[in-house]
């Protein structure tokens, strides 16, 4: 943890530094929503065909503030630091039943049987396991005017829960009560996505964000086998009023 302190830091200093050099500081304040997801696959997708296991994902809100400067007088690729605190939620409806569906099949020696055709899950919305959690989050930002008032931008995050995830609960979230769970309270994330400037003050952002390595891991009480790793990821829209 220090020494991914002591990394951000430097990493905060040297952009500062660029921006004290090229140009002045553009200091905004901003607030948004999106969505946040668990996920041991792609974003928001059915958890890689884990059947009992029916995360969905939930509300997030922010707000922070925001410096950044362009490299050079008038130039199109600018720094940005954010500093932003974060509500986030998951939810998870847990398995009610199984139900299978057979139908007869007649084999080449004319014998007929039953075979499983079909498997559904269904899931008990009745009880469920909603958890919502605070961060903080510092993301580091190269924004890309390509078009107009219109860019691209991509970066890296520093992220920390402040909110504890028990391990009760992280095999409520997972609806698995034998696997032991470990969960990262750091970690670094990339993010990316288009900003457009409607007026010289007011700005929108749309971003897509993930954690680089799994968050949470679940395995085996002895550690000899990992059963499945999940990721925060989501997306959001912020909308940006500079300052000064």
């Given at each position: ?35 946040s997801d668990l996920q041991t696959g792609f974003p928001f997708s059915e958890n890689s065909n ?152 007011l700005r929108l952002e749309a971003l897509a964000y993930s954690d680089f390595e799994p968050r ?7 550690g000899v086998f990992v059963h499945r790793r999940y990721r925060e990821m989501g997306f959001y ?8």
């Amino acid at each position: 943890m220090m020494v991914k302190g002591k990394l951000l830091f430097i990493t905060l200093v040297l952009f500062c530094a660029v921006g004290v050099s090229y140009g002045q500081f553009d200091v905004s304040a901003f607030v948004g929503s999106g969505a946040s997801d668990l996920q041991t696959g792609f974003p928001f997708s059915e958890n890689s065909n884990i059947p009992n296991e029916y995360l969905k994902p939930g509300a997030q809100f922010q707000a922070g503030v925001s410096a950044g400067s362009t490299f050079r007088k008038g130039g199109m690729l600018s720094w940005e630091v954010q500093a932003m605190i974060r509500r986030s939620s998951i939810r998870n409806i847990p398995l009610d039943y199984i139900e299978e569906e057979y139908k007869e099949v007649e084999h080449s020696n004319g014998e007929v049987v039953e075979a499983l055709t079909k498997r559904v899950y269904h899931h008990d919305y009745n009880n469920v396991m909603k958890w919502s959690y605070w961060s903080i989050s510092v993301p580091v930002s190269l924004n890309f005017q390509v078009f107009g008032p219109i860019g691209w931008k991509i970066g890296g995050t520093a992220n920390w829960h402040l909110t504890e995830l028990s391990e009760d609960d992280a095999r409520l979230i997972t609806n698995n009560a034998s696997l032991d769970p470990y969960f990262e309270n750091f970690t670094w994330q990339g993010h990316t996505g288009f900003f457009a400037r409607l007026i010289p003050r007011l700005r929108l952002e749309a971003l897509a964000y993930s954690d680089f390595e799994p968050r949470l891991i679940l395995g085996e009480p002895n550690g000899v086998f990992v059963h499945r790793r999940y990721r925060e990821m989501g997306f959001y829209l912020n909308v940006f009023y500079r300052l000064n």
